[in-house]
Antibody, heavy 121, light 108 residues
């Protein structure tokens, strides 16, 4: 059974930093691309970042480029999102999600439970 | 970026009825790379359809997806009580991957 278990959310002041984690089990994590997707309160979904299965290729949404960094540790089946210089507009539930079967299948097959990040003074 | 517009915003139907949800792309979606997700309150989204018409593993066959040019449709043939939720479309043909704003299917 596939599981993506997230941790690391919380309340942070504007300009602060936070790191999210996502531990995978039940599938071969090291051969799948992984994403972060977020959802502001009462709003729709927004893709945030992607990393290829081996971390060799990464991409970001324009709203987080230069501030967020996606990474992974395949030896620990763990995905990370380092978020720096946080803004009020980054307040959202953040989800990790696995990629489809191939690199080009950039849909979100399995999802974590979500973790709330609140940026507020 | 490709803008996806979902309609209607809210669909009020009774169990057993047919639901038809629309997702229009601002430009052609490469290789039919469009997915649909279901999301219930307080839960993560769940993948229903990928490649415009392929059901994900474990998804009942009352869910189906079609494509016509830049218009995509998700049909639920007969609504079950557990189908009342918000549905999102997403394109993954052109980066950045984008979502529609969602359609809420509520009990009439």
């Amino acid at each position: 059974q596939v599981q993506l278990v997230q941790s690391g959310g919380g309340v942070v002041q504007p300009g602060g930093s936070l790191r999210l984690s996502c531990v995978a089990s039940g599938f071969n994590f090291r051969i799948y691309g992984m994403h972060w997707v977020r959802q502001a309160p009462g709003k729709g979904l927004e893709w945030v970042a992607f990393t290829r299965y081996d971390g060799s290729d990464k991409s970001y949404g324009d709203s987080v480029k230069g501030r967020f960094t996606i990474s992974r540790d395949n030896s620990k089946n763990t995905l990370f999102l380092q978020m720096n210089n946080l803004r009020a507009g980054d307040t959202a539930v953040y989800y990790c999600a696995s990629n489809g079967e191939s690199f080009y299948d950039q849909y979100f097959k399995h999802w974590g439970q979500g973790t709330l990040v609140t940026v507020s003074s | 970026e490709i803008v996806l517009t979902q309609s209607p915003g809210t669909l009020s139907l009774s169990p057993g009825e047919r639901a038809t949800l629309f997702c229009r792309a601002s430009q052609r979606v490469r290789s039919s790379y469009l997915a649909w997700y279901q999301q219930k309150p307080g839960q993560a989204p769940r993948l229903l359809i990928y490649g415009a018409s392929n059901r994900a593993t474990g998804i009942p066959d009352r869910f189906s997806g079609t494509e016509s040019g830049t218009d995509f449709t998700l049909t639920i043939s007969r609504l079950e009580p557990e189908d009342f939720a918000v549905y999102h479309c997403q394109q993954y043909g052109t980066s950045p991957w984008t979502f529609g704003q969602g359609t809420k299917v509520e009990i009439k």
